[in-house]
């Protein structure tokens, strides 16, 4: 890796923010910072803040300009009530964007990393069942490593954690994830092979099987990099006895203190119902016959692995843009003189900049927001981890449409896609706050002409839109269309 690859990988989860250095060839991983509050309402925007700070202060140090620093978020971010006013700060203060990503996208970075973190004469398996259990939400994935990086053949999330663990229908979603898992793995029409394993990141389960290697004393990296492993039959058993006896937990013998403790049981607790309901369901392999090992790659190492292996076509694109948008740029001011459409170009760099970079950490096939206009006066916008958000249609203004598509993009969402049924009025409006918030629209084109077939205030929301943009947001495409984004 050359040294003007060198970057930073930052990870804000439920329970802490992580930070992982790419910095001359070598990696450095840092102490992760733990929050004092779930995002589950609100996380602390001064505390998130602080520690963004530090860490890239510490970038910083390791030769890693500011530009080079990648923030992602998961779970605890997706369901923070203040995410937008965190993002706003951190922007402000930093110059970096916070980047959300979906579960599906955090599944799939997280399979990378963990097993990135794998000695590759230890994971002879063809397939990997991999489960990832945080602070807020579980990823469950079927791996096919005969590709590098490892294809995701079937995924789903489900929102338990640390964090939360037992409610009343957790049976309900544990037997609808699983069910959902399984009819993935089907319809892809995969082979599970023989040798498939079994890899779980989560310290708890790493406590679980350190324990009956009794060695001095507990190191997921030291259980993870000798690959001690148990049969799944024995892991689930030892899950339940810990429940069971879950007011009595030998501290000792799993080294545990007070502020592990719930958390270990919250995850003990996760992974027995999944096996379980695995078990139910019969998951296509014998589970009998596969043995668990556990590894300490997450989000930040696998984002790390991909940025690692692709910066030098970002930076490419970047470049490819800025020639464009200078050449441009200086026959405006030529034939104009007008420095308003200067800085114009400035700030669209600017936007592409974050655009590119978000719409790399949070890609995920076929991820788009799906509008649907219903008889019932509703519109239903379907997402990738949410069933349906309604809202009325006869409500003024564009406002509940413009928050509606910048909640899409804080999911993960990239581009919007009209069903056939939607109305040409209810397609510019929210064509209108796309052009706001920058997603793409993937079958839908703008003509003016269709500005004579709908209501004057729709007519006045979609050229308020396109005043002072319509210009540079048809260069951004071309920049787009020619760099193949």
Known sequence: MSIQNNFCVIDIGTNAIKCKLFSNGKYITLRNKFLSSSGFDNLDKDEVLKYLQEFMEEASNNNISRSKVYICATEGFRTSTNQQE??????????RRIHIISPKREAYLS???????????????????YIESGGGSTEISLADLSSRPPSIVATVSLPFGTKRYDTKDENAIYYQAVKDFLKQIQKSSFIIDDSIACVINSTAAARVISAEYTPPRFNPKITMLKQQKMSVPRFVAKLREIIVHKENIPSEKYWLNEQDQNGFIGHCHILNKLFFELKKQ??????????????????????GFLLENSLDNIEDDLRNFVLEITERASHSFIEKKNTEVCRGWLKQYQDFYENRTHRYLCKTENEHLEVKDENDNHIIYETSHKVSVKCNKTSTGNKIYEDLILNAKNSGHKAVRFSDEVSLDLKLRIYSACIKHGLEMQNFQFDEKMLEQVSPSTQKIVKNALNGTELQNIIVNQCRNRSGL
């Open 86 to 95: 965190i993002n706003d700060t951190v922007f402000q203060e930093t110059g």
């Open 111 to 129: 399979v990378i990393g963990g097993l990135q973190e794998i000695p590759a004469d230890k994971l002879t398996a063809k397939n990997v069942l």
């Open 282 to 303: 019969r998951f296509p392999a014998n589970l009998n016959s596969v043995r668990v090992s556990t590894t300490i790659g997450g989000v930040k190492d696998g984002l």
